[in-house]
């Protein structure tokens, strides 16, 4: 059994680490509404790459979190 102290401590890391998960969250949705600091005049392939990169690695976590995927059941 464990004890009440250990399952309150894993809730208080749970929330922080919710906590720091929230924030990064906010700071890319606050990227793309910037564009990603990138003008019209200023995109190329390289750029279209990159955003199909940063996607790539988003589908891979909500897969998991959604069990989609590789990760469905």
Same mark, same amino acid.
């Given at each position: 059994?464990?004890?009440?102290?250990?399952?309150?401590?894993?809730?208080?890391? &749970? @929330?922080?680490?919710?906590? =720091?998960?929230?924030? /990064? @969250? =906010?700071?890319?949705? /606050?990227?793309?509404?910037?564009? &990603?600091?990138? /003008?019209?005049? =200023?995109?190329?392939?390289? #750029?279209? +790459?990159?955003?199909? #990169?940063?996607?790539?690695?988003?589908?891979? @976590? /909500?897969?998991?979190? &959604?069990?989609? +995927?590789?990760?469905?059941?």
């Amino acid at each position: 059994m464990r004890k009440p102290t250990d399952s309150r401590q894993a809730l208080d890391a &749970f @929330i922080a680490k919710k906590v =720091e998960f929230d924030a /990064t @969250i =906010e700071r890319l949705r /606050t990227l793309s509404a910037d564009h &990603f600091n990138w /003008t019209p005049e =200023e995109i190329t392939w390289g #750029h279209v +790459g990159t955003l199909g #990169h940063y996607a790539e690695l988003l589908k891979r @976590i /909500t897969d998991s979190a &959604f069990k989609e +995927g590789e990760f469905a059941e």
